[in-house]
Nanobody
Framework: QVQLVESGGGVVQSGGSLRLSCVASTQILKTMGWYRQAPEKQRELVAH???????KYADSVKGRFFISRDNGRNTVTLEMNDLKPEDTAVYYC??????WGQGIQVTVSS
């Protein structure tokens, strides 16, 4: 069973930056990405990247968030810039939406 370990969340003021990292316990040949879930809202895609390096972003984060993966180190990173209060959520690392991390809280204060 693949394990995903997330790190890097926290509390930041509006306009600030955070970096989330996710390390997989084994090599991942599938798409890796990040989803988020705010209170009383459905889980939604933030960004993902295929094994071959093709990326996809939610419209709400385009130009502010950047995803990157290191296939040799089994990691995927989400750089989040110009954070807004509406980015507040629990962020989940995922492999092909079939394996999920435990989630990590990101809170953006206004």
């Amino acid at each position: 069973q693949v394990q995903l370990v997330e790190s890097g969340g926290g509390v930041v003021q509006s306009g600030g930056s955070l970096r989330l990292s996710c390390v997989a316990s084994t090599q991942i040949l599938k798409t890796m990405g990040w989803y988020r879930q705010a209170p009383e809202k459905q889980r939604e895609l933030v960004a993902h990247e295929t094994w071959g390096g093709v990326t996809k972003y939610a419209d709400s984060v385009k130009g502010r968030f950047f995803i990157s993966r290191d296939n040799g180190r089994n990691t995927v990173t989400l750089e989040m810039n110009d954070l807004k209060p509406e980015d507040t959520a629990v962020y989940y690392c995922t492999v092909a939406r079939s394996i999920w991390g435990q989630g990590i809280q990101v809170t953006v204060s206004s």
